[in-house]
């Protein structure tokens, strides 16, 4: 174990330590495949072994050993609390807001933590067709609070969507509410670099958090659109030797895991 | 009530060029064995629904059976994208595709509500996104409360096929494990098929076990292995590693159709 947790972190592998923390004190998440569902199943690993995670092929408190690579893999029906069928996780899980906690990926992210999954370029002839919207619109709708896990990139964090596909505060404040979204949408966009939060008041993000040897312009770089921070911005408490061990050990268990799934 | 039959029969008789074709099953028992049938068959200008498009579809796609696409999510799950599709969404390879999209509440709503024969179901959601302009949603408010909702119209597609473990010689069929929206898709199409892994003489309940009685069925056909590369609990299992291959398979014209021609087109084997 000790060989496994002597090379520094990498970003990648901090990005998902800072994810698996905001999982300590959860009742429920809800994850897609890749970083996502290596920091749930990590965070049942260090830090709370109650942690229920939700897949969306049905699968309520399914407990992996291994990353899966897909969300409908055997391991996680074989070891779920209760499996039930699509409608019944919208429905009955998702819509009401039993699910504490969503992690979402996105391929863009505005200011107001709106995400787009859908095309890259005009929706008639897209430069690039993405996978679309999956769960992703209604799981934000609904979810206690969501959870945003990019990379960090101009081409990422852009002024303006090609195509708004979840909403996560709309034009700001009082957003959700109008549209009778219950869930409290976006509380936090953790990537490689640092952690963004809404602002209380207008709902836009503002850099709070940077991981250890993160310049300020490296951040502001690498965004796309004008980056607000905090007065005070808290640097990344760096991931524990006992953190960055159960990583690579569970990367390492889950060999021929996902790109992105661990170290980069 | 359901007649057994051989899978290559009972689509000839089932599926038409033009149909609309629901092959369901989340990545779980997703019915390769009749897909790959289908195009045996040379069936054109489909309307192929699915809410996940899946490696299924996107040899569908490639092969230019379809002219058009209803989904909610077109990746390949945990590897990244569907090539075939992106090629005719993008460039219009081997011909153009029409595409509808929902999310996947959305499309599961609209199985439920054609399993129910209502012409629509209800939902949070869809509000605030562009979605609601380039897809078939309406704002609805509620009689009772004054609700903001959508309302997704019911879909009817003329097929479903499907994939479970068992059925009995009666044609009662039997599926567990990750149970997606298969029995609404069979329940909301005029027309349907079961494959399955094999006939048993009696079903074994088994825990989160559904059951779909033969009487509400077209056609059950055996087709050991019809959800590989997918995989059907207890009895095959997910072929992860085709699941990345079909990556680099895919991204090139020539090597698919090479690869098509080889595995599907050529036998009715099992294809990988």
Known sequence: MSALSEQPASAGEVQTVVAARRLQHARSVFIGVGRPSTAAILARMVHNPDLVLVYESGTIGAKPQRIPLSIGDGELAQTADAVVSVPEMFNYWIGPGRIEVAFLGAAQVDRYGNLNSTVIGPYEHPRTRLPGAGGAPEIAASCGEVIVIVPHARRTFVERLDFLTTVGHGDGAGARRRLGYRGRGPTAVITDLGVLEPDPDSCELVLVQVHEGVELEEVRERTGFELRVAERVVVTEPPTTEELAALRELVSRSSGAPAGAGRE | MAEIAPLAEALAELVADGDSVALEGFTHLIPFAAGHELLRQGRRELELIRMTPDILYDQMIGMG??????????????????????????????????????????????????????????????????????????????????????????????????HAQEADRDGNVQLWGIPGVQKEAVLAARRSLVTVERIVERLEPRPGGIVIPGWVLDYVAEAPGGSQPSYSLDITERDNDFYRRWDEISRDRDTFLRWMEEHVLAGAGAAR
Do not use: K
Not at chain 2, 100 to 105: C, K, L, M, N, T
């Open chain 2, 65 to 162: 059976a379809a002219r058009r696409l209803v989904f909610s999510y077109a990746g390949n799950p945990g590897v990244g994208s569907l090539h075939r599709l992106r090629d005719a969404v993008e460039h219009g390879w081997p011909r153009p595709l029409e595409l509808e999209e929902h999310s996947h509440a959305g499309m599961a709503n609209r199985y439920a509500a054609g399993a129910s024969d209502l012409p629509f179901a209800v939902l949070r959601g869809y509000l605030g996104t562009d979605l609601m302009g380039r897809t078939q949603v309406r704002e609805i408010t509620c009689p009772f409360t004054g609700e903001r909702l959508v309302a997704v119209p019911a879909l009817r597609p003329d097929v479903a096929i499907i």
